[in-house]
């Protein structure tokens, strides 16, 4: 599986941007993508997750309300919607995927895109 994520740039406090993770080669009904995020000078952390068969979601707690992940299967893309951004969000933003069951760990993912960097200012 491939994974190009897109979307980052710069931004203003409350502002929204959509990012985008295109998923290439085998993709199955059981395939988990994951969008993390690593802050500057932090460790990279979960921000949320959909089953490619679209019938589960998890987000981190931080998240909740602001941000909705969904996937377009014909597209073979998976969408990270993002309000309401504060500076607490600015980080580089990666893809991952995984097959099976869903998880929250960046050491259960296999796959990953080369990540996308926006910042948002205050």
């Known amino acids: 599986v491939q994974l190009q994520a897109s979307g980052g740039g710069l931004v203003q406090a409350g502002d929204s941007l959509r990012l985008s993770c295109s998923a290439s080669?085998?993709?199955?009904?059981?395939?988990?993508v994951g969008w993390f995020r690593q802050p500057p000078g932090k460790e990279r952390e979960f921000v949320a997750n959909?089953?490619?068969?679209?019938?589960?979601?998890v987000y981190k707690d931080s998240v909740k309300g602001r941000f909705t992940i969904s996937r377009d299967t014909a597209k073979s893309t998976v969408y990270l919607q993002m309000n309401s951004l504060g500076p607490e969000d600015t980080a580089a933003y990666y893809c991952?995927?995984?097959?099976?069951?869903?998880?929250?760990?960046?050491?259960?993912?296999?796959?990953w895109g080369q990540g996308t960097q926006f910042t948002v200012s205050s």
């Open positions: 080669g085998r993709t199955f009904s059981n395939m988990v």
């Open positions: 959909i089953k490619w068969s679209g019938d589960s979601t």
């Open positions: 991952g995927a995984r097959f099976g069951h869903s998880s929250t760990y960046q050491a259960h993912y296999r796959y």
